[in-house]
């Protein structure tokens, strides 16, 4: 079973600042590795899937790298709705299943 | 606009079988794009796949589940469903159906919380 370590846990930010997020997978899962972002009480959205491609509406400040096992969710100047937790996911390809990382939460400093 | 909405029992008992329905509107179960699946999240915690299913009916669990998961789907209704049986108190948690792309899971019910308690 590939395991997901994000780091770090929490990270305090100021609105305009950068963030840099960060995903490791326990073994190589190629560039199937997403992102996601949830805020209390809704379901998590999707923002990065494999690895650097923006979903459909996330705006140009959310950018993700990385392939094999080390992954990076970076936004360029935090908003003030950008602050949530953001969760990776990695898929296997066959059969399907999917893992997450425990997640950051990201928090106004 | 694609919808999914949970429904079933907020209220379990232990031992008993959870029971959930996810009904998706605005477009077509039986697309061949998608699968379609549930994640659930116990309370304050992080997000946990259970399972996906195809509209073929072809299902895949997570393994730590699966001895107590069963998905299914009825392309007549537009609907897919999950048991989860003998339940405890570690069950329980916001459950999510979702929508499976190639890219992840784009579309989420609202969720709904099931409480195991007797």
């Known amino acids: 079973e590939i395991v997901l370590t994000q780091s770090p846990a929490t990270l305090s930010l100021s609105p305009g600042e950068r963030a840099t997020l960060s995903c490791r997978a326990s073994q190589s899962v190629s560039s199937y590795l997403a992102w996601y972002q949830q805020k209390p009480g809704q379901a998590p959205r999707l923002l990065i899937y494999d690895a650097s491609n923006r979903a459909t509406g996330i705006p140009a400040r959310f950018s993700g790298s990385g392939s094999g096992t080390d992954f990076t969710l970076t936004i360029s100047s935090l908003e003030p709705e950008d602050f949530a937790v953001y969760y990776c996911q990695q898929r296997s390809n066959w059969p399907p299943a999917y893992t997450f990382g425990q997640g950051t939460k990201l928090e106004i400093k | 606009q694609l919808q999914l909405q949970e429904s079933g029992p907020g209220l379990v008992k232990p031992s008993e079988t959870l029971s959930l329905t996810c009904t998706v509107s605005g477009g077509s179960i039986s697309s061949s794009s998608y699968y379609w699946g549930w994640i659930r999240q116990p309370p304050g915690k992080g997000l946990e796949w259970i399972g996906s299913i195809y509209y073929s009916g072809s299902t895949y669990y997570n393994p730590s589940l699966k001895s107590r998961v069963t998905i299914s789907v009825d392309t007549s209704k537009n609907q897919f469903s999950l048991k989860l049986s003998s339940v405890t108190a570690a069950d329980t948690a916001v459950y999510y159906c979702?929508?499976?792309?190639?890219?992840?899971?784009?579309?989420w019910g609202q969720g709904t919380l099931v409480t195991v308690s007797s």
């Open positions: 979702n929508r499976i792309a190639v890219a992840g899971s784009d579309y």
